[in-house]
């Protein structure tokens, strides 16, 4: 149940296995698949942050209950330290940019601006990766 949880809330948001993997604590894509085929199980800190950056509870992962919705808790800070999700979600409409980010994220000198880009508004991530686009291009 929770793989099949896992891979449906990865594939409504256009997510590769290794992009979860990597967003929530380094995992390589291997270790995702086989949380989603039910081969492998999270420990319960990984569930923690695949609910939170999936936002859902995890009660709704485990199949505890239908409502995908985590109970607001002030206590908890949802710390995205690759920025994946905010990213996908601003290029999820243009496949073109979303490859090129995609290839842009392998090169160590833009670590720094990948930090930045996930406080961003998706509007600004598109003018950013618009950008970068055009001056390889020149």
């Given at each position: 149940?929770?793989?099949?949880?896992?891979?449906l809330?990865?594939?409504?948001?256009?997510?590769?296995?290794?992009e979860?993997?990597?967003?929530?604590?380094?995992?390589?894509?291997p270790?995702?698949?086989?949380w989603?085929?039910?081969?492998?199980?999270?420990d319960?800190?990984t569930?923690?942050?695949?609910?939170?950056?999936f936002?859902?509870?995890?009660d709704y992962?485990?199949?505890?209950?239908?409502?995908p919705?985590?109970v607001p808790n002030?206590?908890?800070q949802?710390?995205d330290q690759?920025?994946?999700?905010?990213?996908?979600?601003?290029l999820?409409?243009?496949p073109k940019?979303?490859?090129?980010w995609?290839?842009?994220?392998?090169?160590d000198?833009?670590?720094?601006?990948m930090?930045?880009?996930?406080?961003?508004p998706?509007?600004?991530?598109?003018r950013?990766?618009?950008?970068?686009?055009i001056?390889?291009?020149e």
């Amino acid at each position: 149940m929770l793989g099949e949880k896992l891979r449906l809330l990865r594939t409504q948001q256009g997510l590769t296995q290794e992009e979860v993997g990597r967003a929530v604590g380094g995992f390589k894509k291997p270790a995702v698949s086989q949380w989603e085929s039910g081969d492998r199980t999270p420990d319960a800190a990984t569930i923690k942050k695949l609910a939170i950056f999936f936002d859902v509870s995890t009660d709704y992962l485990l199949s505890l209950s239908d409502n995908p919705k985590p109970v607001p808790n002030k206590s908890i800070q949802v710390k995205d330290q690759s920025g994946v999700y905010a990213i996908n979600k601003a290029l999820s409409e243009n496949p073109k940019l979303k490859s090129l980010w995609g290839d842009l994220v392998k090169r160590d000198d833009l670590q720094a601006m990948m930090k930045q880009a996930k406080a961003l508004p998706p509007e600004a991530v598109r003018r950013i990766i618009k950008y970068i686009e055009i001056v390889e291009n020149e």
